[in-house]
C-alpha cells in the first residue's frame, strides 16, 4: 500500500526566480514549505538565463514612478493586460526589487546611484542589470542563499511533478516521479503553488531550458484551473543563428544592443526596420520585439534574408576598444571561437522566448480551483499580447512573493485529507507511473519531442493562418495517437524514455491549448499574428479562457480587466520629466 | 558508415550502466556536421540514434545550469562547452567521483537537496 512521502503547509512546484520567492514569502508567513524541482534547486528554469534587464521604477537615474512604468506595460500588451496584475507587477516591482538589492545581488552601480538602462518600449532608462550578462545568475544565487539560510523550507531537486490531487474542488497534494530512483511520490499539502515557468521548449528555435515544457499549465488544466490568453507566444527577434557558438545563451546579443545599438540588416546590406513603419535604427534600439520580429521574418520571406535564414546583426561601426569596455571577458570568448565583431556580423533570427498567456489568476495569484496558486511565467495576463523587456523578472520575484503570502494563508485555513483517501485519490497516477516498460519499443520519444518542436515552429510560430494551424491540430493528434495512451519508458532511475514520455504528454496537451487558442482569435495582435486576419480588431480586445474537462476543451472571451483611470494615473512630478 | 568513407565522422564511446552495476561501452557514430558541441552530440544520438541514452542538462547552450559536466577523454567538461572533433574517437564517462545513478548521470546534488537523503552526508 502505498504511503504519504512527504508532508508540508505549501508546496512550491518549481525552483526558479518565481518558486524561490514564493518559498521565502511562505515560509515568512509562517508557513511549512517543501519546494521541489525537476532538476536541481535554482539552477534550471529561465531566470538563470537572464542576462540583462530587470525593468522597475526606481528613479535613479531620471525620476520616474510606477505609473509610468505600468503606462508603458500596457502599451507593450496592446489592449490586454490585466490591469490589476499589471499594477502588481509595477507597483509591487519597486519593493522586491529594492529588497533583491538587500540581499545583496549587486545591482550594476554608477558611484551611489544604481544604473538603468535604456530599453525598447520604456520612456526613459529603467532597467537595472548585473554585469557582464550576469543578471540571471546573480538573481537566481541571491534567491538560493536565501532559501538555504531559512530552515523551514525544504528543498528537494529531481522531482518531477506528474499530476495534482484534487478533492472536492480543492488541491490537496500532487503525485512526483523521483527521478533518483524511479519511485513514484505522494505528497500532501494545504496549498500548492505551481511556478513551472513558460512553454518554449515547444519550439525548435527558443531561449528556453529544457524545463520549459509548459507542464505546469498542464498541470494546472488537468486540475480543472482555467488558462488565459495561450496564443500569445513571445518570439524573441534577433535570438543568435550563425556562426555556431557553443556555451552562450542565444539571446545574447540583447545586452550588446542596450549598451551599443547595432545595426540589423538584410541578406542585401539594408537596414529594414523603419520599412515597417518604426523609428529607423539609428534613432537607438526602440523597436519592440513583435515588430522587430514581423520586420525580419517578412524580409526572409521576400528573399532578403540572410544566409542562414535570418538578418545580419552588425556591429562593425563601434569601436574595439567600446566593445571591450561594454562586454571585455565575452569579447575574448567570441574571439575563442573565430568571432570578431569589428570584423564582420552576426546572424540573428526570431526564437520562442517567453509566453504571455498562463494560469489564469486573482491578484493574490490564487487560480481557479481552491489551494492552488501560480506565479512567474506560469501565471498569464500581466504582460497581455506583448511583454515589455524587463518585466520578466520584476514579475517572478513579485509575483512570487504574492503567491507565496497568499498560499501560507490558505494553508493556515485549509483542511488536510486523511492519507488514505488521499492514496485513493493518487490511483490513476500511480497507475499510469506503474506502466510497465515496453520491451523493445517502435518508438523514439525524443524524435516525436523533435516532431512536435517543428510542428509548433512551422505552424503555430509568430506567423499564423487557420490552414496551418488546422494542420498543427492534425499533426499534435499524430503524434499523440503515436505515444498511445501507455507511456514508454519506467525503467529505474533517471529513465529518459519515461521523462520524455511524460513531458511530451503534457507538451500535447499544452500544444494543443496555444493551437486553440491561436485558431479562434481572428486578427493579429502583438505576438500574434494571423496572416489570414491581419491588423488588430478593436472587437477581440478581449482575452481568452481556456479550460478543459473529460477530455473537451472549453474557450470562451472575456472583458479584460481594467483599474479606474484615477488609480493609475501618473504623479505631476514624472509627467513633466522628458528624456 | 566507416571513418574510410566519412573523415569527418564523430564517434562516441560511451560508458553506460545503472548505479553499481556493471559498466559497457556503447559505440556511437555521428555524420560529419551533426554536433559542435558534446551535448548537441549526446542530443543527438538519442533522437536519431537511442532515446535510452540518459545524460543530463537543463539549459542547453548557455552554461548556466551547470548540470552537464562529464568526462570528455578522461577530463570534465560541460558537455555544452566541450567541443567535439571530426574525425576523432572520444570517449565519454559519467563523472568518475560521483555516485553514477544511470549512464552519463552522477549524484551532483548537495545533500540537503536531495529526497530520502537525510543523514547521507558523504559528500559534504
Known sequence: MKTVNIETDVLVIGAGGAGMSAAIAASGSGAKVVMVDRSLIGRGGATIMAQMTVAVALGEQVPDAWQRHYADTLKAGRGLCSEPLARLLCESGVDAIRQMD??????????????QAQAPGHDRPRCVYVDYLNTGPAVAKTLRTQVAQDDRIQRLGDILVVDLLVEQGQVVGAVALHLTTGDALLIQASATIVATGGLTRLYKRNSASLNMGGDGYALALRAGARLIDMEFVQFFPIGHLAPRLVGFDPIMWDPFRYKLGGRLLNGLGEEFVEKYGHAAEREGYTVTRDAATYAI????????????????????????????????????????????????????APIAHYHMGGIRVGVDMSTDIEGLYAAGEAVGGANGANRLSGNAITEAITFGFQAGRSAAAHARSGQRVAADRLVELAGPALALLETAPVPAPSINVAALIAGLQAVMQTHVGPFRTEAGLGRALEEIASIKRKLGEALPGGDGPQDPVRLDALDLRNMLLVAEAVTRSALARRESRGAHQRDDFPGMDEAWTLNQLLGWRDGHWMLETRAVERLPVEDVATDDESQGVRT | MSKQDNPGMICLNVQRGVGGSETRVQRYELPEGAAASLLDGLRWVREHLDDTLAFRYSCINANACKECMMLLDGKVVYACLARLQPGVEHTVAPLANKARIRDLVSEIAPVKERFGAAGDDDEQ
Open chain 1, 102 to 115: 538587500r540581499w545583496g545581488v549587486g545591482w550594476a552601480r554608477d558611484g551611489e546611484r544604481l544604473v
Open chain 1, 297 to 348: 521574418l517578412k524580409e526572409v520571406e521576400a528573399g532578403r534574408g540572410s544566409p542562414a535564414g535570418g538578418a545580419y546583426l552588425s556591429f562593425q561601426h563601434v569601436p574595439e576598444a567600446t566593445l571591450r569596455k561594454a562586454f571585455g571577458p565575452i569579447i575574448d570568448k567570441l574571439a575563442a571561437q573565430g568571432i570578431d565583431l569589428t570584423k564582420a556580423p552576426i546572424e540573428v
